[in-house]
């Protein structure tokens, strides 16, 4: 595909058969028994599987349990849930709570980034270029970093720059290298804002005004609430407080990862 045109879609490797999510719990440790909790549970309430997945991967209100956590977030993933799909993925990839399974951690980044997870996108770009086929597949890093990249990933940016930069699993293009070079470095990036200027010194000036221009021109592609966040039901997922000041809990977001660099 041309630079600057949509990324074909990436073929994957068939994943092996998703074992059905463990059957849900008739009760919930004292810890995490909240009334809210506890009636999510009773409903089966993907959003109430993915609270308490969240719990015990962050130790709130519970001992840290990553082991715990997975079959939570399982049952989330398998409802539709992005940002559960997300985090089953990195955990598979790192080997946290369950055993590692790149694979797998693919298939749920896909599963997330069809939804619009832009750090998903970014995740199976550095699996391609890390060899999870058993050899870099640039190209198909190239363009998931690509479509990661315009959601804004400042990390996909910096990626996509120098596989344009070296022409590797893309056709070199030194404005569109100096292009996201120079998006990256808006958020920053030392380093980008030292290889954007290294390469405008090898741009004549019409191509180095354009590729300026495209790159204050940018802006990032905005992905869908529910890509990374899960919201909580009316008044949150604690008890109720009686009084002045109680309100709903806030949003629980996906925390950005750094991701890793080429």
Known sequence: ARPGAPPAAVPLAP?????????????LPAALATKPLAAGVA????AAAYEIAMRYAEGRGVAADLAAAVPWF????????APAQFRLGSLYEKGQGVKKDLAEARRWYQAAADRGNANAMH????????GIDGKPD?????????????????????????????GI??????????KWFAIAA???????????DDIAQRLDQQSLTAARLAAQSFVPLVAPEEAVTVAPPPGGWEDAVVG??????????VPFEQAARL
């Open 15 to 27: 994943a092996p058969a998703a074992a059905p999510g463990e059957a849900w719990p008739d009760s």
């Open 169 to 178: 699993g893309i056709e070199q293009n030194l404005a569109e290298a100096y």
């Open 74 to 81: 399982l049952r989330a993933a398998e409802a539709g849930l």
């Open 186 to 196: 808006q958020r920053g990036d030392k380093d980008a804002v030292r290889k954007r």
């Open 123 to 130: 995740n199976i770009a550095v699996l391609y270029a890390e």
């Open 244 to 253: 002045p000041g109680s309100r709903p809990k806030p949003k629980t977001r």
């Open 138 to 166: 640039f190209a198909a890093a190239a363009q998931w970093f690509q479509r990661a990249a315009r959601h804004g990933v400042a990390d996909s940016q910096y990626n996509l720059a120098i596989l344009h930069a070296r």
């Open 43 to 46: 409903a089966r309430n993907p």
